[in-house]
């Protein structure tokens, strides 16, 4: 079980927001560990035009569960342990950048739920690489791998930008 406190620390520094967060809930946080929940809703954007009448969720849409959860919530985790403020969290932007290994096991449909596990293999300086599982609720496999991310410090050192970019200015306002 994760401190509610925490959970929503993490979730509030993710840069994913709907409709392209996929983790409902992180269920447990240990050392180097994480496990998050989230239910594909039938009424997700993607499902109208993959597999019309029978869809089902894309692989591609899967691996991003797998990173957002494996590579960036848990990144984020590692951070606040190591002390980093949520400021210079904030100011960091994490670069999915490798899938190695995946293996689709199962198919998920619309309405379904999946338990994404991972455990980090690596972090140091601005590189995690995580090895992360994908279940059905019901513990079924869906799929499995190894992911990579590196994080780059302020946005316009790399993209030659006049500032900074805040992902505060792109949240939902409610």
Same mark, same amino acid.
């Given at each position: 079980?994760? #401190?509610?406190?925490?959970? !929503?620390?993490?979730?509030?520094?993710?840069? %994913?927001?709907?409709?392209?967060?996929?983790?409902?809930?992180?269920?447990?946080?240990?050392? !180097?560990?994480?496990?998050? !929940?989230?239910?594909?809703? #039938? #009424?997700?954007?993607?499902?109208?035009?993959?597999?019309?009448?029978?869809?089902?969720?894309?692989?591609?849409?899967?691996?991003?569960?797998?990173?957002?959860?494996?590579?960036?919530?848990?990144?984020?985790?590692?951070?606040?342990?190591?002390?980093?403020?949520?400021?210079?969290?904030?100011?960091?932007?994490?670069?999915?950048?490798?899938?190695?290994?995946?293996?689709?096991?199962?198919?998920?449909?619309?309405?379904?739920?999946?338990?994404?596990?991972?455990?980090?293999?690596?972090?140091?300086?601005?590189?995690?690489?995580?090895?992360? $599982?994908?279940? %059905?609720? $019901?513990?079924?496999?869906?799929?499995?791998?190894?992911?990579?991310?590196?994080?780059?410090?302020?946005? %316009?050192?790399?993209?030659?930008?006049?500032?900074?970019?805040?992902?505060?200015?792109?949240? !939902?306002?409610?």
């Amino acid at each position: 079980m994760v #401190e509610p406190t925490a959970e !929503r620390t993490i979730l509030d520094l993710m840069p %994913h927001q709907a409709p392209f967060r996929f983790i409902d809930r992180i269920l447990s946080l240990e050392e !180097r560990r994480i496990e998050s !929940r989230y239910r594909f809703r #039938e #009424e997700e954007y993607f499902y109208g035009g993959h597999y019309p009448g029978n869809p089902i969720t894309p692989g591609v849409i899967l691996i991003e569960a797998m990173a957002q959860t494996g590579l960036v919530a848990l990144g984020i985790a590692m951070m606040l342990e190591q002390n980093m403020s949520a400021e210079r969290i904030t100011q960091m932007t994490l670069l999915f950048s490798l899938a190695d290994r995946v293996q689709f096991d199962g198919v998920v449909y619309p309405g379904q739920t999946i338990r994404v596990q991972a455990r980090n293999l690596f972090f140091r300086r601005a590189t995690i690489k995580s090895e992360v $599982n994908v279940f %059905h609720e $019901n513990g079924g496999p869906v799929c499995s791998g190894l992911l990579t991310g590196s994080a780059i410090g302020g946005a %316009h050192q790399q993209t030659g930008l006049r500032r900074p970019i805040d992902r505060r200015d792109y949240r !939902r306002k409610e």
